[in-house]
């Protein structure tokens, strides 16, 4: 199986490595802090093989020159990571494949946050990476995108199968929670779900990965096709309810 080691960066970030014990390879999922990730690769006593980008924003590939510098790794991303000076050594988009050693890794648009953002999803280990698409109770705000294309990325991400461990980028849950909450007050499966997160927090745990069956019941912003949603934020259709979620957070 593979493992997974998931540690605190930056203010509010998560860094992941992904190793595969039979390949001895192991993977960094973006790179908030280069010289933490190699830190942190050291005590588990992992080699970096590979950097696996999910977009451009120096949060998430800023550390790329440093770990690059140290290990001589494959840096794979989507090609709007050459904004940070550097191209990755292997450009991927929605469809393609990477590998961990004989673990596949299916390449997910999810553009919207940023224009050309991906994610990975490996099914055989039931689990994705998904950046800063979608967060626990959240999705990301909207820099590049536009509606349409956030929502169909989103889309995208609902169609894995419930079961998927969904690995974000940053500790935002409990604020995204006081948003689900207004925007969605009487779900009571996201009133269980905030007392779950009020307690992890008060307790120093984090609150990622998250289940998308979860997220699916509770998170605002993948139930824009719901009735009840469109109905409140009188959207009319998924993408319009998507819109006015989106720009209610912004200024919440």
């Known amino acids: 199986m593979l493992e997974i080691h998931q540690f605190p960066c930056l203010s509010d970030n998560y860094g992941y490595l992904v190793h595969d014990p039979e390949s001895g390879e ?3 999922i973006d790179t908030p802090d280069g010289e933490e990730y190699l830190r942190q690769a050291a005590a588990k006593d992992w080699q970096i093989t590979q950097i696996w980008n999910t977009h451009w924003h120096p949060d998430h590939a800023g550390g790329n020159a440093a770990i690059k510098s140290a290990t001589d790794c494959l840096v794979v991303g989507p090609a709007e990571v050459e904004k940070l000076g550097t191209a990755p050594d292997r450009v991927v988009a929605h469809g393609d494949i990477v590998m961990l050693g ?3 890794a299916a390449v997910i648009d999810v553009g919207g946050h940023t224009t050309g ?6 099914p055989d280990a ?11 109770l959240g999705c990301g705000r909207m820099f590049e995108g536009t509606p349409d294309q956030f ?3 989103l889309s995208r991400i ?6 998927t461990l969904l690995y974000c980028a940053h500790e935002y849950t409990a604020s995204n929670a006081r948003f689900a909450l207004h925007a969605d007050p009487d779900n009571a499966e996201l009133a269980h779900y905030v007392e779950r997160v009020t307690r992890c927090r008060a307790e ?4 990622v990965p998250t289940t998308l069956s979860r997220e699916l019941c509770t998170n605002p912003f993948l139930r824009a096709d719901d009735p009840a949603m469109q109905q409140r934020w009188g959207g009319g259709d998924a993408v ?6 989106r720009a209610a957070k912004d200024s919440f």
Do not use: C, M, N, Q
Not at 204 to 207: A, N
């Open 26 to 28: 192991t993977a960094a």
């Open 240 to 245: 319009a309810t998507f819109a006015a979620l």
């Open 102 to 104: 004989e673990w596949d």
């Open 151 to 153: 929502w169909a990325s």
């Open 158 to 163: 609902k169609a894995l199968p419930p079961a």
């Open 117 to 122: 953002h991906i994610a990975y999803h490996l």
């Open 126 to 136: 039931e689990i994705a990476f998904v950046g800063d698409s979608v967060f626990a």
């Open 204 to 207: 120093g745990r984090p609150t």
